[in-house]
């Protein structure tokens, strides 16, 4: 019961001390997990962000999600999803019951501003360490720009980008395991 009680004031910890969505929860998570707390590495974390991304729903909640699954089965993705909601609920509910009397206040709205600047810095932030970790080689760098472009200016679905950018790097370390270039580095062992 500790360990879940761990996972349910750790994403809580989280969820109450994050603003902007998912993506903006990134870096904190990353913090947690990995470093804080060693359940997963930054590879699976950044798994999980994938997998969350193409799944339905927040990708923040879809991670913590698969962090408790992985940790303690059922039980455990079902407290570390609780976690990291029970703080937006608190939240928005207070808000809500006061927000109409104070919204008009340009202290408020200033505010509200300022928050979004520091959301957009998390986000780059989370953008950058994941480039980090993801972008290994040219293929990655040609897979990412082209699913930058087409989600970017043709507005296709990112579900369908992310599906097809999973095939395509199958397809790719499929052809590396069978025959491995000369000048290149092996992944495969």
Do not use: C
Not at 68 to 89: D, E, N
């Amino acid at each position: 019961m500790k360990d879940l009680w761990n996972l349910f004031i750790t994403f809580a910890r989280i969820g109450s001390l994050t603003f902007g969505g998912g993506y903006a929860m990134l870096p904190m998570i990353q913090e947690e997990v990995v470093k804080k707390h060693n359940w997963a590495t930054d590879e699976e974390v950044i798994d999980y962000y994938a997998i969350g991304q193409s799944t339905p729903g927040i990708i923040a909640i879809n991670t913590a999600t698969f962090i408790g699954y992985k940790l303690k089965g059922v039980i455990g993705g079902i407290f570390a999803t609780l976690g990291m909601v029970f703080p937006s609920i608190v939240i928005i509910t207070i808000i809500a019951i006061f927000f109409e009397q104070f919204q008009d206040l340009k202290i408020v709205q200033h505010a509200f501003g300022g928050i979004r600047v520091v959301v957009v810095a998390l986000i780059l932030n989370a953008i950058i360490n994941m480039w980090k970790k993801s972008i290994k080689d040219y293929i990655g760098i040609i897979i990412f720009s082209v699913s930058f472009l087409v989600v970017a200016f043709l507005k296709l679905s990112p579900v369908a980008v992310v599906i097809t950018s999973f095939v395509v790097g199958l397809i790719i370390q499929q052809n590396r395991i069978e025959t491995p270039r000369k000048g290149f580095k092996d992944d495969s062992k």
